[in-house]
Every structure is written in C-alpha cells, then in structure tokens.
C-alpha cells in the first residue's frame, strides 16, 4: 500500500483530491490529510507518507518550508507540489527539496491520477529494491561471519597462500595494507593471570555468540574469528606500520571499554593480548605475540612488546611458576615474590637428595636476572663488581636450607627495588601532573591531555592518581578547583561569573552545581557566610 498525505489549507481541496484518489486508485492507497505546514511535519513522521500533496501558499508555515523541514527526516519521500501560481516562482527552492512534479490548481482527475501513477509506480520499484537489497544484505550478513572465519583461522594457523589475501581482502572490503592481532580470553575469576573455570564461561558465551561478535565489531571494526572454548582471535587492520601515541593510546581505551562492556553483558571477566602490526601475509606473527601477552599479562589488556620472548619448556619444568616469579618480581611484589621463590625452590629441592649444580646454577640464573630487572627498572647503581663473592658463597652451600635462605632472599631484595623505584617514578610523574595541573587549572584540561604532557598512558595516569593522592584525576582536579574559587570568593569582590571562568568552568550554573555538591552550599551562599568553618 502507498501512503498519500494530502497538505491543503482548503478542506473542499483536500475532500475533492481523496475522492478522486479513492475512484482511481481503491484500497492501493491509504490518504491523510493537513490543512497547514506545521500538522504536515507532525504527520510526516507518524504517518511516514510515500507521497506528499503540497500546497505552495498556506497560513503559518508556507509548503517550501515545511517540505524543506520534512526532507531532513525522509529522504525518500516524492513531493507533488499543487499551486494556483505560476509554477516557475518556485522552481529553485522547489529543485533543491527534490519536487517531482506540479499540478495547478484545480486539478483534474486525468491529470492527477496521471501524476500520481508515474510516482506509485516510482515509489513500488524503490521499495522492491529496498527489499532486495534487504534480502541479499542478509544473506550476507549470513555468510560474512563464515568467510571473516575462515580469513581468520587460515592466516592464524599459516595456512593461507599469498596470492589468495587479495581474494579475502577484496570481498570483505579490506583497504589497509597491515594490521595486527588481538586475543581475548574469558573466564570467572581472574586470578595471578589465570582464569577460573574457562571452559563453563566458553559455553556461557557460545550461548550468546552473534551479541558477543557485535559489541567487538561494534568497539573495535575488527575482524571477529570464532569463539574457541574461552578464546577468540580478532584481526584489527590499520594504515601504517606505526601509529602515533594517541591513535595507540585511543585504541588501548576503547579495548578497555570493551571488555567492560561485555563483562557487564555476559556477567563474566575478559582479558586481551595484543600483537605487534605486520604486514597482513606475516599475521601468524602477530597472532602468537597477542597470544602469549594474554597468557602472560597480568592486567585486563597487555601489548606484546611489554613482554620478554618465551621458550619451549621440557614437560616437567615449571614455566607458569617461573612466569609468576619473575612477574610478581617486575611488580615490584616483596611478599608474593618470597612465597613463589619458595614454591620454585621447594621444586628443585624435590629434583634430588642433594644439592647438584644445576640447582645451584639455576638460583644464581635467577638471581641474577630478578636483579637485572632491577638495574633495568633503575632500582641500583650497576658496578661490575656488585657480584663478587655469589660463586664462592653458591659453592659452599652444602644443605638446601642454606641455599634457600640466600635465594629467598636476593629475589625479595630485587623485588623491593622494583617496588622502590615504581614508587619514585610514580610519586615523580604525578607530582610533575600536579604541578602542571595547578598552573593550567583554569582552562579545560582533560585526562587525555594530562597523560600527554607527562608521557604515560591515561589509564596508567588513573592508576598513579589513585594509588598516590588516594583520589583520582577528576577529584583532584575538581579539589584544586574547588579551593580557588572559595579563596576567590572570600578574598576578592569578582562576581560568581568571573571566579567560575577563573575556576576552570565555562557554565555558571554548573559551577553553581558543582560548588554545592563539593562545599554544601552554594557560591553565593558561602560568599555571605553561610558555610560555617572552613
């Protein structure tokens, strides 16, 4: 059915244009009618009209203006315009809504059922091809998933020749010449980079596999594989081989909302593991980095080049146990870095009765590494001589307890060197923050541009804020704020305008707002007096 709505201040004009509507065309057609431009706007998004009658010279809003108001809503819309003036007055405004067609008035019933057929006839054929385009939309919206799996796995698993990524790039819309891999991982709780019961959150998700793949197109534009137990790979291409810092940083934020967002659709935790950019035929790279940053980070998302290179273990030797250690130590962890040196020598203690050299060799390798990570962290001055005396001491250690005792102890020193140093770069880069913020507080200084200035990421920023202040970035912010303008409000005669300007804000009444919220009173109130002890 074709929906007319017919626009004419004279009710004679609009029965007259129904009636010849009705013998013409029947039930095909459904009418109504607006006797001024402002009911024809109001009906033109609840009736959602094919075609449009429009009287040109109407009391109120005029045709030109309400068709001209109508088009920013329904861009499909057919206007015929009825007028009893000489057409050629209107043309140009008539051509830029996208009129199709005139009737002077009074038109005759040949003419407008003429004028009317051309246009249904237009307005059918639109409409089947809306509805074929809708039909092979979805098919292959159907098929998609299944060629981007398949894209997916076969770079992931270094089964794809070279000449056919052209084919997969062409189909799936493909412009960039590179890009990089992410891995997610989900699980129930999230504890010392594990995941509890992955395999029931895997099924958990199955269930809601097509809202799952969504909300990670949707965040990311990604390349979404398909869900494997608890994992799942996803292809992010990108422009160039490397990106500017706030590119980096804008895609690691919206990667952290998007894990939010999903643990708060699926009730589960998420982790991902980023890969380094390749070109799209060395992708397999990318795809182990991303796997092993989610498989040894310990926060929600970790880049590969934070992480040290791996080897492949014999199928006894504890390599998550060594991976905790060494994390707990870059941590900066005193305590949980004495309990897993302790779990890991309790191991080597268990591989004989008595102390043999390759024990001895792997605590001084250790050793040594927990405080190369020290010295690389900038935790201790290096000298070359620093060491002498651990071969000697190593060697005279004839019973485990011994041993132990010297092990535990040098991976607890380097840990607390890591934790020393963390703490003076951290209390350096937020009192530097601080100290930038108290000079700019007045103009809009927002996380992103803070992190900037003092060279870190703004997650890491809120992190320092929060650890260091006890309160984070926009708290600390708004204080600083908050202590000015009331300064400003005791101390000078400046109206509540100036001092909000001053103060860092643009709106007076959200000053307003803020200020009681922050004092209990508002600007003009503690002005007076009436906000008791400072």
């Known amino acids: 059915m074709v929906r007319i709505l017919i626009c004419d201040d004279e009710g004679i004009v609009q029965e007259s244009l129904k009636f010849m509507i009705q013998k013409s065309f029947g039930d095909a057609c459904e009418t109504e009618s607006a006797k001024n431009g402002r009911t024809a706007i109001e009906l033109a998004d609840s009736f959602r009209p094919d075609i449009i009658l429009m009287d040109i010279q109407m009391p109120g809003i005029n045709g030109i203006d309400a068709m001209r108001e109508i088009r920013k809503n329904n861009k499909n819309v057919i206007f015929i315009v009825l007028t009893a003036y000489d057409k050629f007055t209107y043309t140009q405004s008539s051509i830029d809504i996208g009129v199709m067609a005139y009737l002077t008035k009074p038109a005759s019933r040949g003419t407008l059922t003429e004028t009317l057929q051309r246009e249904i006839k237009a307005v059918k054929g639109r409409k089947e091809k809306a509805s074929y385009d809708l039909e092979v939309k979805e098919k292959l919206e159907a098929v998609v998933p299944i060629i981007e799996n398949g894209f997916v796995y076969s770079i992931l698993l270094e089964g794809t020749k070279e000449d056919e990524y052209p084919s997969y790039r062409e189909f799936l819309n493909i412009q960039e010449e590179y890009g990089y891999v992410m891995v997610m991982e989900c ?205 000697k001491m190593l060697l005279s250690f004839q019973a485990y307890g011994e041993l132990e005792v010297w092990f535990i102890q040098k991976m607890e020193e380097a840990s607390s060197r890591v934790a020393q ?114």
């Open 187 to 391: 699980g129930e709780e999230y504890r010392q980079g594990n995941f509890s019961n992955a395999m029931g959150a895997g099924i958990k998700l199955q269930k809601h596999q097509e809202m799952f793949r969504e909300t990670v197109k949707d965040a990311t534009e990604g390349i979404v594989g398909a869900l494997m137990a608890n994992r799942v790979a996803v292809l992010m291409p990108c422009s160039k081989k490397e990106e500017p810092y706030e590119v980096r940083v804008q895609k690691i934020d919206q990667i952290h909302s998007m894990l939010r967002k999903l643990e708060s659709q699926f009730g589960l935790n998420f982790k991902a593991g980023i890969g380094t950019v390749q070109k799209w035929e060395f992708m397999s790279k990318s795809y182990k980095e991303a796997m092993e940053a989610v498989r040894q980070g310990m926060g929600k998302v970790t880049h590969a080049g934070e992480l040290s290179l791996s080897c492949i273990y014999e199928e006894s030797y504890p390599d998550e146990l060594e991976r905790e250690l060494f994390d707990a130590v870059e941590w900066g962890s005193r305590e949980e870095t004495g309990k897993l040196a302790a779990r890991f020598f309790a191991w080597m203690a268990g591989t004989g009765t008595e102390i043999s050299d390759s024990v001895r060799i792997k605590a001084m390798e250790f050793v040594l590494w927990a405080e190369r990570i020290a010295y690389m962290k900038g935790g201790r001055l290096y000298r070359f001589s620093s060491r002498e005396g651990y071969l």
């Open 421 to 534: 140093k963390q703490k003076e770069k951290g209390d350096n880069v937020v009192e530097r923050a601080k100290e930038y913020i108290a000079q700019n507080f007045a103009k809009e200084l927002t996380l992103d541009e803070m992190a900037k200035e003092v060279g870190i990421s703004p997650y890491y920023l809120s992190k320092l804020f929060k650890e260091v202040e006890g309160v984070n970035y926009i708290e600390y912010l708004t204080g600083l704020r908050m202590d000015h303008a009331k300064g400003q409000l005791l101390e000078s005669d400046k109206s509540i305008k100036e001092v909000c300007h001053e103060s860092g804000y643009g709106d007076p009444n959200y000053f307003s707002r803020i200020f009681k919220k922050w004092v209990g009173v508002t600007p003009t109130e503690f002005r007076e007096g009436k906000e008791g002890i400072l």
